[in-house]
């Protein structure tokens, strides 16, 4: 793309009256739909918990999770011995994936899950 250096008077006033009206203009970030009435994503450190305990708390906060429309939850879990929740039919209903964080995120020692659009 080449950019002009000079901007002609009438472009210049076009340019002015076309932003200077928010209206007539679509931003995307804000539309009033459920998709982006979603959050992102909701962050939990699950250090110092007991296996048991840490169990019930990734099922509650998935739940409340889904309540207050969050995108992903990601638990940080240390890389400790880890519980299997894949089997849980409660929470297969809510959930759309589970990975490895990527690595500035915790990597292996921690977990992104991924909540399904209810």
Not at 17 to 36: A, G, L, R, V, W
Not at 108 to 117: D, E, P, V
């Amino acid at each position: 793309m080449i950019k002009k250096k000079d901007l002609s008077a009438e472009d210049k006033k076009v340019w002015e009256d076309y932003t200077s009206s928010p209206s007539n203009i679509y931003d995307k970030e804000n539309q009033n739909n459920s998709i982006n009435l979603r959050k992102k994503r909701f962050k939990f450190d699950l250090h110092g918990f007991t296996l048991d305990e840490a169990n019930k708390k990734v099922k509650e906060i998935i739940f409340a999770c889904i309540k207050k429309n969050y995108k992903e939850i990601l638990f940080i879990t240390g890389k400790g011995l880890h519980s299997n929740t894949d089997n849980n039919i409660e929470l297969k209903n809510c959930v759309f994936s589970i990975s490895e964080a990527n690595i500035k995120n915790g990597g292996s020692g921690a977990i992104l899950i991924k909540l399904k659009n209810l």
